[in-house]
């Protein structure tokens, strides 16, 4: 299924592949329980970013390896490139304009991320 999704002033619209069942992650690190995101976790290959390459702004931090992006104009940020996955795409399903059929949250314990991310490394690799 292909599911479009935005940043709140729109400025910034992509599309992505994804089942109509997915699941997604609910991260405790500083920065993903301050934002609210919920991670679906895709390869490059399922990711289009549609309009706005412009508006997008680079957040680094840390190992410097996850490109936390957002856009300059509403401060939203709607998907980006996560350390765990640096080779894939990670969506904020809050995001999408219409949601799949199916999502099934999973805690994922990010301040402990050392011992974790194996656990969601699978995500990104095409199928």
Not at 48 to 60: A, E, M, N, P, V
Not at 77 to 89: A, H, Q, T
Not at 91 to 114: H, M, Y
Request: contains cysteine; proline residues 5%; glycine residues 6%.
């Amino acid at each position: 299924m292909k599911f479009r999704g935005s940043c709140h002033c729109k400025a910034i619209r992509f599309e992505v592949d994804c089942p109509e069942a997915i699941e997604v992650e609910d991260c405790n690190c500083s920065i993903c329980s301050k934002t609210g995101f919920l991670h679906l976790i895709v390869p490059k290959s399922r990711f289009r970013l549609l309009s706005g390459q412009d508006k997008l702004q680079t957040y680094q931090f840390n190992t410097g390896v996850a490109k936390h992006t957002f856009c300059q104009v509403c401060g939203i940020k709607p998907f980006y490139i996560p350390r765990s996955n640096p080779d894939g795409i990670d969506i904020n399903v809050r995001c999408l304009d219409e949601k799949p059929a199916s999502i099934t949250v999973v805690k994922f314990d990010g301040q402990n991320w050392e011992d974790h991310a194996h656990k969601i490394a699978h995500k990104s690799k095409e199928t």
